[in-house]
């Protein structure tokens, strides 16, 4: 059972029409969380992508910079 009040009037949503609007709710729900884990996931892949190159190249101009940097 549904129950819904909007300005004082009460609305009571009872059979196949509550079973048809949790389903709906449901299925918008999973979609969005869907959505919501897709973008996390490829937010994940892309930071790791971008550490897995950022970070060795800031090895190798650390260990460049160290060999040609002149010392007093």
């Known amino acids: 059972m549904i129950v819904i009040t909007r300005n004082g009037q009460t609305i009571v949503i009872t059979g196949w029409r509550e079973w048809l609007i949790r389903a709906v709710?449901?299925?918008?729900?999973i979609l969005i969380l869907a959505v919501v884990v897709f973008f996390l996931f490829g937010l994940a892949i892309t930071a790791g992508a971008i550490a897995?190159?950022?970070?060795?190249?800031a090895i190798?101009?650390?260990?460049?910079g160290s060999l040609f940097s002149k010392q007093a």
């Open 25 to 29: 709710v449901f299925v918008a729900t």
């Open 52 to 57: 897995l190159i950022v970070i060795p190249a």
């Open 60 to 64: 190798i101009v650390g260990l460049l």
